[in-house]
């Protein structure tokens, strides 16, 4: 469970700049291709306060998250971090919902086009895994008889 985990400090920025989807305006154009990174970069140009917490929600939560579940599974940081672990996983979960949504909007206004990706599947995957790392982890802190069963000689 340790070594999943810590797949995921890896494959995060990887799924940063995958594309998360194809956009264009018309058919006969082609489509142009949006990561979290281009998309991050676009919003730093026009919206810096949605730029910020986009830029929390997809890059920092997730990583911080990924870090400190890492730690508390090799004993490293107390267990009684794990309410703020959780709870920056559901802000990562948020800028999946802002995907979606996005996608979702675009289509029904029909305007352009837009296609969802491989990096899209990617990032939700990263965010989903760390979410079950997450519970998996918290179930294994939980005290039995007064220790915890989880650090450093705990088995995976």
């Known amino acids: 469970m340790r070594w999943?985990?810590?797949?995921?400090?890896?494959?995060?920025?990887?799924?940063?700049?995958?594309?998360?989807?194809?956009?264009?305006?018309?058919?006969?154009?082609?489509?142009?291709?949006?990561?979290?990174?281009?998309?991050l970069q676009s919003l730093w140009a026009s919206d810096i306060f949605l730029a910020?917490?986009?830029?929390?929600?997809?890059?920092?939560?997730?990583?911080?998250?990924?870090?400190?579940?890492?730690l508390v599974q090799f004993g490293l940081l107390s267990r009684r971090v794990m309410p703020?672990?959780?709870?920056?996983?559901?802000?990562?979960?948020?800028d999946v919902f802002l995907i979606a949504l996005y996608?979702?909007?675009?289509?029904?206004?029909?305007?352009?086009?837009i296609e969802s990706a491989w990096g899209l599947y990617l990032f939700?995957?990263?965010?989903?895994?760390?979410?079950?790392?997450?519970l998996l982890t918290e179930k294994r802190t939980s005290i039995d008889d007064g220790r915890e069963t989880i650090g450093p000689d705990a088995k995976d």
């Open 84 to 94: 703020v672990l959780t709870m920056l996983g559901k802000l990562a979960m948020a």
């Open 52 to 70: 910020l917490v986009v830029t929390v929600c997809a890059l920092f939560a997730p990583y911080l998250k990924t870090i400190g579940l890492a």
């Open 4 to 39: 999943l985990n810590l797949m995921l400090l890896i494959l995060y920025p990887v799924a940063w700049s995958a594309p998360l989807m194809r956009a264009g305006l018309l058919p006969i154009f082609g489509l142009s291709e949006i990561s979290v990174l281009t998309g």
């Open 103 to 113: 996608i979702t909007l675009s289509r029904g206004i029909g305007v352009g086009r």
């Open 124 to 134: 939700t995957g990263c965010i989903l895994s760390s979410l079950i790392l997450g």
